[in-house]
C-alpha cells in the first residue's frame, strides 16, 4: 500500500515557464513534507519541506503548496531552469519517523 | 565535510551469490537510515540504526538482508543468497542524533546498484 503517490512519472517544461510537479498522500499522520532532487548517478538531495500546519513555503525559485484537506503538495518552480532537469521526489515523515518517499518525477526543462 | 560514502557503487553477480554494501555515513552522524530503489518505484525504507542499534527494521523484505552496524561507525548490508528481485539501488543516508525532526535534511549517498543476474 504505497502512502505517498506521484502519478506523473515525467514532465517536460519549456525553459523559463513554471513547472509543477505534484504529489498525494494517503496517510493523514503524516506532518512533514519534503521534496528531494536527484540527479544520475547521485544521492538523492534535499530541496524544501513544509510542516503540515502551514500551506504554503517558499525558497528562492521553489515554492512547494499544501492542501491538507485533498492530501496534496505540489511543487512550483518557477522560472525553470535547465539545471532543474533531474528526478524529484516527493517524501513525508509521522512524527520524526522514517521518510515515505513517491516513485519520483523525472523533469526535463528544454531550452 | 566528507558525505556519505558507499561502495561498490555498482555491483553484478549471479542469483544466489552473496553481496555486501557498505556505508560510511558522515562523521559524528548517530543516525543511519538504509533505502532501496527499484527500477522506476519509490524509494522504500529499509532500516535505520541509532549507533550500532536498529531502531527500526521494519523495512527489512525478508531474512536473506542482514544489516549491521558494529562500533556505531559505518554499516554493511549482506544479501545472501541474492535473488532478481533484490536489484535495485541501495541508498545509504545519515543525520545527527535528535536532528530528524521529519523537517530536516537528510543526507544521502550515491548509492549502490546492484544487479542480479
Redesign the interface.
Known amino acids: 500500500d504505497?502512502q505517498?503517490k506521484q502519478n506523473s512519472?515525467s514532465l517536460s517544461v519549456q525553459e523559463g515557464r513554471i513547472s509543477i510537479l505534484n504529489c498525494d498522500y494517503t496517510n493523514s499522520m503524516f506532518?512533514?513534507f519534503?521534496w528531494?532532487k536527484k540527479y544520475p548517478?547521485?544521492?538523492?538531495?534535499?530541496l524544501i519541506?513544509i510542516?503540515s500546519i502551514k500551506d504554503k513555503n517558499e525558497d528562492g525559485r521553489f515554492t512547494v503548496f499544501l492542501n491538507k484537506s485533498a492530501k496534496h503538495l505540489s511543487l512550483h518552480i518557477v522560472p525553470s531552469q535547465p539545471g532543474d532537469s533531474a528526478v524529484y521526489?516527493c517524501?513525508a515523515?509521522?512524527?520524526?519517523?522514517?521518510?515515505?518517499?513517491?516513485?519520483?518525477t523525472r523533469l526535463t526543462i528544454n531550452p | 565535510e566528507a558525505g556519505v560514502t558507499q561502495f561498490p557503487s555498482h555491483s553484478v553477480i549471479e542469483k544466489g551469490q552473496t553481496v555486501t554494501l557498505r556505508c560510511d555515513p558522515i562523521s559524528g552522524h548517530d543516525n543511519l537510515y538504509w533505502y532501496r530503489r527499484v527500477m522506476g518505484k519509490e524509494i522504500k525504507f529499509l532500516l535505520h540504526f541509532v549507533k550500532e542499534s536498529k531502531q527500526d527494521e521494519s523495512g527489512m523484505p525478508n531474512n536473506r538482508f542482514l544489516a549491521e552496524r558494529t562500533g556505531g561507525t559505518y554499516s554493511t548490508l549482506k544479501v545472501q543468497p541474492a535473488e532478481l528481485e533484490d536489484s535495485g539501488v541501495y541508498f545509504c543516508a545519515s543525520s545527527r542524533l535528535g536532528q530528524f525532526t521529519g523537517a530536516n535534511v537528510l543526507t544521502f549517498g550515491a548509492g549502490s546498484r546492484l544487479t542480479v543476474l
Open positions: 504505497q505517498v512519472p506532518d512533514y519534503l528531494y548517478a547521485e544521492g538523492p538531495t534535499f519541506s510542516s521526489f517524501a515523515s509521522a512524527g520524526a519517523q522514517k521518510l515515505v518517499f513517491g516513485q519520483g
